[in-house]
């Protein structure tokens, strides 16, 4: 498992999403295109683009750009 950074995890996100310019602000909800469908798959590919699992209690919190790398940073896969 390798450390990712703030801009591929942003990258990641923007491309599993289909957004371009995605921001560091945006979140499911008030994000075009994230919606509660494209959330799951979100988690999904996030589990097998940073290599961690997600629990699905967890799935609910991780609906923003920062609570996703807040979760990554204490798992020790984003360098922030």
Do not use: C, Y
């Not at 209690?57 to 990554?72: C, D």
């Amino acid at each position: 498992m390798s450390t990712k950074t703030g801009d591929e995890l942003l990258a990641f996100i923007g491309r599993t999403l289909k957004v371009k310019n995605l921001g560091e602000d945006a979140g499911m909800g008030r994000t075009r295109g994230w919606d509660s469908l494209a959330h799951v798959n979100l988690i999904l590919a996030l589990e097998q683009w940073a290599g961690v699992s997600v629990p699905p209690e967890l799935m609910g919190e991780l609906t923003t750009v920062e609570s996703i790398a807040s979760h990554l940073s204490a798992q020790g896969v984003l360098a922030r």
